[in-house]
């Protein structure tokens, strides 16, 4: 079984870069899409983007498109998120999980702790 962990929030300034990771241990990721998602305090979580890892082929929603970068890592059976000229209203709990299906905008699995960015104006 594959288990996520996510790693890498902070808080920073308005305009800085954050990259997120979310590692894998139990398996190689090489059969999933991978996903980005967050919550902001008294919101429902959304999807960031997501990857499948076997091709790198990536999608993303509008409000991070230009800004946010999805990457694997082969070599660390990881996931990260470069996360470029943030703004207040990225800041949120961030979650990794496994895509239901690529294309797709949901994920399935346990939900891990997140890790927690946030961004000052």
């Known amino acids: 079984q594959v288990q996520l962990v996510e790693s890498g929030g902070g808080s920073v300034q308005e305009g800085d870069s954050l990259r997120l990771s979310c590692a894998a241990s139990?398996?190689?990721?090489?059969?999933?899409?991978v996903g980005w998602f967050r919550q902001a305090r008294g919101k429902g979580r959304e999807f960031v983007a997501a990857?499948?890892?076997?091709?790198?082929?990536?999608y993303a929603a509008d409000s991070v498109k230009g800004r946010f970068v999805i990457l694997r890592d082969r070599a660390g059976n990881a996931v990260h998120l470069q996360m470029n000229n943030l703004k207040a209203e990225d800041t949120a709990v961030y979650y990794c999980?496994?895509?239901?299906?690529?294309?797709?905008?949901?994920?399935?699995?346990?939900w891990g702790q997140g890790t927690q960015v946030t961004v000052s104006s």
């Open positions: 999980n496994f895509m239901d299906y690529f294309g797709g905008k949901t994920g399935f699995g346990s």
């Open positions: 990857i499948s890892f076997s091709s790198g082929d990536s």
């Open positions: 139990g398996d190689s990721l090489s059969k999933y899409a």
